[in-house]
Each structure stands twice: as C-alpha cells, then as structure tokens.
C-alpha cells in the first residue's frame, strides 16, 4: 500500500529547530518534497528534491536542508533559525512527474504541525 508517513513536528521557539521525516512505502519517487500550508493561505512549496538536484523557496534558502536517503526512501527536512512566520502544516509530497512543478506532486502524507511561538 502507497503512503507518505510524516514525523518530527512539533512546537518550538524562534530561533530553534526541527527536523521532518517523510518515509514513503509501497513505491519509489523521483521527486519528493516539502510543502506547507498556512491558516488562510493556500498550500506552498518549501523544498523539492530530486536524483539530479534540489529547489528552495526563498523562504527556507539558508534555513532549511532538505536531504534523502535512497536505501531508506526518505526525505528529510532540517529547519533551523525557525520564525514565527514558519507556522503550518507541513506536508510530503511525491511524484514521479516533473519534479520542479508543485502541480504535478500527486501523493501526499496526511501532514505534520509546526508551531513557532514564544
């Protein structure tokens, strides 16, 4: 059975870190990625990662790290220097289609909530 299973969410204060795990099952992808979504706001790409490269939004460049482990079919997502602004759920994304283009992230973890309050 296909899943995204996210972990590592949390509630911290500005400045701290976390770190996201998205195991997926049941296949394997050429793209997978982070996405977040905001109270009010649509749904936003964070960090993608493919086999031949990775992409930021300019939000997390500098901030965030998005890495994979192949052998265990996992991205992770180490966010650090963490903002207010940063709150929402964050969601893994996966596709087998052109990775560079949110539209075409076709499978979805169920989400993990990040809380950056003082």
């Known amino acids: 059975q296909l899943q995204l299973v996210e972990s590592g969410g949390g509630s911290v204060q500005p400045g701290g870190s976390l770190r996201l795990s998205c195991a997926a099952s049941?296949?394997?992808?050429?793209?997978m990625g982070w996405f977040r979504q905001a109270p009010g706001k649509e749904r936003e790409v964070v960090a993608v990662?493919?086999?031949?490269?990775?992409y930021y939004a300019d939000s997390a460049k500098g901030r965030f790290t998005i890495s994979r482990d192949n052998a265990k079919n996992t991205v992770y997502l180490q966010m650090n220097s963490l903002k207010p602004e940063d709150t929402a759920v964050y969601y893994c994304?996966?596709?087998?289609?052109?990775?560079?283009?949110?539209?075409?992230?076709?499978?979805w973890g169920l989400g993990t909530q990040v809380t950056v309050s003082s």
């Open positions: 990662s493919s086999w031949s490269g990775t």
């Open positions: 994304g996966a596709t087998n289609n052109y990775w560079r283009d949110p539209i075409q992230y076709n499978y």
């Open positions: 049941g296949r394997t992808f050429s793209g």
